[in-house]
């Protein structure tokens, strides 16, 4: 790990073996401790809302074995250019009508340029005007970018660690994971909010998940933003036939992530479309409090915003305010 890198080491955070230990509780027991720490930090039943839109599609040069964006991989995905700036203040205007309280706008790019980090500035500005919090991921930063998308008013820089150090090589070769880290000590050092996550159901043993989990958490300040993911398995790439995860794991990671790193916003991200209500239910017993709200993810799909409110509705859950998830660890 480079030594500009600053974290805690496991010891002195969470050991992995004490994150295995909770991930074997009873899930009753699992979910009421997560249920306790989550209520000591965070409104009961309050949800915080992001959009997210692929404002540059398709065509990177990365190998990530998830991912239908990979120019690697022979899926359905049509590379486009970055989006023009009247499209994307459509689209962040119609979200904030939704009711999402961020605007996130991911690029598929390995690292952008000085010119193409200029185009995504001036979307930056103009969603940050429609009174939206942002968020941007655009891969691995260089000196100064992180600096400049502080100056031009970005709130979160998204940069997922995706799975644990040692499984890292079975998902991606094309990057290492101390470049990932990389990337989010100079968002930190910018004054950015971290927003870092991962993957599962990657094929990984639980022992990976509660690497990854360590690894958050030793980060220090850990991410003011975990989005725990569910892989989409999408036609043409490597993890097309993966096997399916078991949905009470997944809750379980949701649980464990909350115990793990109190204070942050664990987003459900990724795989919520093919989620059954119930597990979603047990998701936000678990502590989860975010969601991506919106027909799309990138390109692949999510719950219509329908299903979404009437999901609330019955659950008893409300729109949390952009000023209450902040992260003071």
């Not at 992995?16 to 930090?41: C, E, G, S």
């Not at 990724?270 to 975010?290: K, P, V």
Request: charged share 20%; aromatic share 4%.
């Amino acid at each position: 790990m480079p030594d500009c890198l600053r974290h805690e080491t496991l010891e002195s955070a969470w050991p992995a073996q004490a994150i295995l230990d909770l991930f074997a509780l009873p899930l009753n027991d699992l979910l009421l401790r997560a249920q306790t720490v989550h209520r000591q930090h965070h409104p009961a039943n309050a949800v915080q809302q992001s959009s997210l839109l692929s404002i540059k599609t398709g065509a990177c040069p990365e190998d990530c074995a998830y991912c239908p964006q990979s120019s690697r991989h022979a899926t359905d995905v049509e590379s486009a250019p970055l989006m023009p700036l009247p499209q994307v203040l459509a689209a962040a205007r119609t979200a904030q009508a939704a009711g999402a309280q961020r605007f996130c706008m991911g690029a598929a790019w390995r690292s952008p340029t000085e010119k193409q980090l200029d185009g995504v500035i001036a979307h930056v500005q103009a969603v940050k005007a429609l009174g939206m919090e942002t968020c941007v991921t655009l891969g691995m930063l260089k000196p100064g970018q992180a600096e400049r998308l502080k100056a031009a008013g970005l709130d979160y820089y998204n940069h997922n660690l995706d799975t644990s150090r040692d499984y890292y090589g079975e998902i991606i070769q094309s990057r290492t994971y101390d470049d990932r880290l990389e990337t989010l000590q100079r968002v930190r050092d910018a004054g950015l909010k971290v927003c870092c996550g991962g993957i599962v159901g990657l094929g990984e043993s639980r022992e990976v998940r509660a690497d990854l989990i360590a690894t958050l958490a030793s980060l220090l300040p850990y991410p003011e933003s975990v989005p725990i993911n569910q892989l989409v398995k999408v036609p043409g790439t490597p993890l097309a036939d993966a096997p399916d995860l078991d949905p009470l794991e997944f809750v379980r990671t949701i649980a464990v992530t909350r115990i793990v790193m109190p204070k942050t916003v664990v987003r459900l991200s990724a795989g919520r479309e093919s989620m059954h209500d119930s597990t979603q239910a047990l998701c936000f017993m678990a502590g989860a409090n975010s969601i991506f709200h919106g027909e799309q993810l990138l390109t692949t799909a999510n719950p219509r915003a329908e299903a979404d409110a009437s999901l609330f509705q019955r659950l008893g859950l409300v729109s949390m305010p952009m000023s209450s998830d902040l992260h003071k660890a």
